[in-house]
């Protein structure tokens, strides 16, 4: 016991001389260590859901006036046509062809407080019956005024006791890439349906002849959208929903869209004329690139390169030659073929249109007087336009209009039978031709499973009917 007493004592002994050492020796020379905070501000998250939602909320953009403004002038349009029904061991028997009814449907938009509705001529082809239903579910029966396929642009009217709400069309020129918008529609029949995206591109074209100038967007569209609104964040429409890039037939990354520029010009131009009057440049081309440009020894990579200019156009009578690069129309940038064609596409006969061109380096400006087209692409044919009085009289006829260059895929058929570059096609389908006016009433009147008749004179002055189907 006295040696673990004593253990202890020398233990507590031994710390207390190596604390006092400490204190003597080492403490008095040491500098105090002083550790400084910085003055900046700290970045705060904050935890209230309140404040999260106004954070997002400024930052993210609101739909909801927008949709408000679109919801109630978007319509829902009912298209029933009457088809062959698949034929039966009776209908042999009886020799008789059985008929059913079809039903399409699809969107549209009213654009005036008395009822006239654009769609999608798609929407409603070939249809025996047009009903439109409104967003406060009141139905109605349409007449149809008038279409242009060439744009897939349908007018519509409906009769009311009560003005209508209605959609004014925007400026579809001033749409910018990357800028928000809604596609307002009835999708798979769902009224009232409204989603969002972006402007994904402008003057697309999916046809591949350069016919078209849609704007493109990433917002959901599905069968029955067709028609629809394409609508800003300020509740304008700015397009027509009219298509979409699927494997599948339903929405998988891209709509597109009839500008609304366009839109209006179709509308406005049934309404007056009955038809759709264009006005045409008169030149011949393609857009330029890189390997464009090498090939026609040019540095310029964008603008369009006119090859040929076409003779009796405004394009010619201004004074715009073959090599000359139009890179603006007014203050539309032209960079590819679609975006002259559907510029063009908003303008009507005798307008005058400034075209700022490159011609050996020099940037020049001309005024161009928009002219009625003078030639029509002609199924089963080629290329037709008007007949002169002398070239009629060569072939002892009033009326008709000269075939002036065939598809080369109909050619051989029409020299085997005595037809040549220059005949003269007299009636469609029975309706006599005066000008290539004529010819597009006719084929665009003409139902779907209707034959195609053609009154041609051939080489021998006889006038032959051919039947296509």
């Known amino acids: 016991m006295k040696k673990i007493l004593t253990l202890v004592f020398v233990s507590a002994l031994g710390g207390l001389l190596t604390l006092g050492g400490y204190k003597?020796?080492?403490?008095?020379?040491?500098?105090?260590?002083?550790?400084?905070?910085?003055?900046?501000?700290?970045?705060?998250?904050?935890?209230?859901?309140?404040?999260?939602?106004?954070?997002?909320?400024?930052?993210?953009?609101?739909?909801?006036?927008?949709?408000?403004?679109?919801?109630?002038?978007?319509?829902?349009?009912?298209?029933?046509?009457?088809?062959?029904?698949?034929?039966?061991?009776?209908?042999?028997?009886?020799?008789?062809?059985?008929?059913?009814?079809?039903?399409?449907?699809?969107?549209?938009?009213?654009?005036?407080?008395?009822?006239?509705?654009?769609?999608?001529?798609?929407?409603?082809?070939?249809?025996?019956?047009?009903?439109?239903?409104?967003?406060?579910?009141?139905?109605?029966?349409?007449?149809?005024?008038?279409?242009?396929?060439?744009?897939?642009?349908?007018?519509?009217?409906?009769?009311?006791?009560?003005?209508?709400?209605?959609m004014a069309f925007g400026d579809s020129d001033n749409a910018k890439v990357g800028e928000w918008v809604l596609a307002v529609g009835n999708p798979f029949n769902l009224t009232s349906t409204v989603t969002a995206g972006i402007i994904s591109a402008k003057s697309?074209?999916?046809?591949?002849?350069?016919?078209?100038?849609?704007?493109?967007?990433d917002a959901a569209v599905n069968p029955g959208n067709s028609g629809g609104a394409l609508v800003n964040t300020n509740g304008d429409?700015?397009?027509?929903?009219?298509?979409?890039?699927?494997?599948?037939?339903?929405?998988?990354?891209?709509?597109?869209?009839?500008?609304?520029?366009?839109?209006r010009k179709i509308v406005n131009d049934i309404m007056e004329y009955g038809n759709v009057q264009n006005g045409?440049?008169?030149?011949?081309?393609?857009?330029?690139?890189?390997?464009?440009?090498?090939?026609?020894?040019?540095?310029?990579?964008?603008?369009?390169?006119?090859?040929?200019?076409?003779?009796?156009?405004?394009?010619?009578?201004?004074?715009?030659?073959?090599?000359?690069?139009?890179?603006?129309?007014?203050?539309?940038?032209?960079?590819?073929?679609?975006?002259?064609?559907?510029?063009?596409?908003?303008?009507?006969?005798?307008?005058?249109?400034?075209?700022t061109l490159l011609r050996d380096g020099e940037e020049e400006t001309l005024p161009v007087t928009l002219l009625k087209p003078s030639t029509y692409n002609l199924q089963n044919i080629g290329m037709i336009k008007n007949a002169t009085k002398k070239e009629l009289k060569k072939y002892n006829t009033e009326y008709g209009v000269k075939i002036s260059r065939f598809d080369d895929n109909y050619k051989p058929y029409w020299n085997k039978n005595g037809i040549e570059e220059g005949s003269i096609i007299t009636k469609i389908n029975g309706t006599e031709l005066y000008t290539i006016d004529d010819a597009k009433s006719a084929i665009t009147s003409k139902h779907i499973n209707e034959a195609l008749q053609l009154e041609v004179i051939n080489k021998n002055g006889e006038k032959v009917v051919y039947h296509f189907r």
Do not use: C, W
């Not at 002849?209 to 967007?217: D, G, K, L, V």
């Not at 998988?252 to 500008?259: C, E, K």
């Not at 032209?334 to 510029?343: A, E, M, P, R, T």
């Open 204 to 217: 697309r074209d999916l046809s591949g002849n350069h016919s078209q100038s849609f704007i493109q967007t």
């Open 280 to 355: 045409i440049l008169g030149v011949v081309g393609g857009a330029l690139n890189s390997k464009a440009a090498e090939e026609l020894g040019t540095t310029t990579t964008e603008g369009f390169y006119v090859s040929d200019v076409q003779e009796d156009t405004g394009a010619e009578k201004a004074g715009i030659q073959s090599g000359d690069i139009i890179n603006k129309i007014d203050n539309v940038k032209i960079n590819k073929f679609s975006d002259l064609s559907g510029y063009l596409k908003t303008k009507s006969p005798d307008d005058v249109v400034n075209v």
């Open 237 to 263: 429409l700015i397009g027509i929903n009219t298509a979409i890039s699927s494997r599948t037939g339903s929405y998988i990354g891209y709509s597109f869209a009839v500008p609304s520029n366009i839109a």
């Open 24 to 166: 003597l020796f080492v403490e008095k020379d040491s500098k105090p260590l002083m550790v400084e905070t910085t003055a900046d501000t700290p970045v705060f998250v904050p935890a209230s859901n309140y404040n999260n939602v106004n954070n997002n909320s400024a930052n993210t953009p609101n739909f909801i006036e927008s949709a408000e403004k679109s919801l109630d002038a978007v319509v829902h349009v009912k298209n029933t046509s009457i088809v062959s029904a698949p034929t039966s061991m009776q209908d042999l028997f009886f020799g008789r062809q059985s008929q059913r009814a079809q039903v399409g449907t699809g969107s549209g938009v009213i654009i005036s407080p008395t009822g006239y509705i654009v769609t999608n001529n798609h929407v409603i082809k070939n249809a025996n019956e047009i009903s439109i239903t409104l967003n406060n579910n009141k139905a109605y029966m349409a007449e149809l005024i008038g279409t242009d396929e060439s744009t897939d642009i349908a007018l519509l009217k409906i009769e009311t006791d009560e003005d209508l709400p209605f």
